[in-house]
């Protein structure tokens, strides 16, 4: 089957860094994809690894290994605003969308 | 203007009604999708449909239908509601299949079954 596991919560402090991991088994690969979403809104997109290594984006920046199923998310200068469910989804053989449960991020002052 | 755009964004109803769901989205997009989102948070995919195919997840009940007037409509009639159909549906689009995990999301449509 396809699976892709994600911690269900974790808390930060403001300023602070943060490294979201998400490990993922699908039938086969064609990106990894990050998603934020705040309570009560719709998910956004962030983030697209499709080969091996780092991708910076501001504040945010993914990594992915393909030979170990693996991804993080790290997130740096911590705002109030990030508090938010990042969800991480894998793109697989037939270009369907596998995605994780998400995990909520608490940011505390 | 709104990218992905879906009505109503709060629906309440009774068990046994049938109620239905719209969605447009203005991109210019080939793919457009419905998800569920329950109240543990799981986005679920439900249908996706572009000019050639609709998929449908098998472990979507027949009660829900997607109708697809033109390429920037995708709408979602449910029949019969029950308890276990209250959620956030979302409707989202993908410029195609080689970007299809860029998703543009509707702002979520909150069905509560009484």
């Known amino acids: 089957g396809q699976n892709i596991d994600q911690p269900t919560e974790m808390t930060a402090t403001e300023g602070a860094i943060v490294q979201i991991n998400c490990t993922y088994q699908?039938?086969?690969?064609?990106?990894l994809f990050w998603y934020q979403q705040h309570a009560g809104e719709a998910p956004t997109f962030l983030s697209y690894n499709v080969l091996d290594g780092l991708e910076e984006k501001g504040r945010f920046s993914s990594f992915l290994s393909r030979s170990k199923g693996y991804s993080y998310l790290l997130l740096k200068e911590l705002q109030m605003k990030d508090s938010a469910s990042y969800l991480c989804?894998?793109?697989?053989?037939?270009?369907?969308?596998?995605w994780g449960a998400g995990t909520k991020l608490i940011i505390k002052p | 203007d709104t990218a992905v755009s879906q009505t109503p964004k709060y629906l309440v109803t009774q068990m046994g009604n049938d109620k239905s769901i719209k969605c447009e989205q203005n991109l210019g997009h080939d793919t457009m999708y419905w998800y569920k989102q329950d109240s543990k948070k799981f986005l679920k995919i439900m249908f996706s449909?572009?000019?050639?195919?609709?998929?449908i997840n098998e472990t979507v009940p027949n009660r829900f239908s997607p109708k697809s007037p033109d390429k920037a409509h995708l709408n979602l009639h449910i029949n019969s509601l029950e308890l276990g159909d209250s959620a956030v549906y979302f409707c989202a689009s993908s410029r195609g299949e080689s970007v299809a995990g860029e998703l543009f999301f509707g702002e979520g449509s909150r069905l509560t079954v009484l």
């Open positions: 449909y572009n000019n050639k195919e609709l998929i």
């Open positions: 989804a894998v793109l697989d053989s037939n270009y369907q969308l596998i």
């Open positions: 699908t039938s086969g690969f064609n990106g």
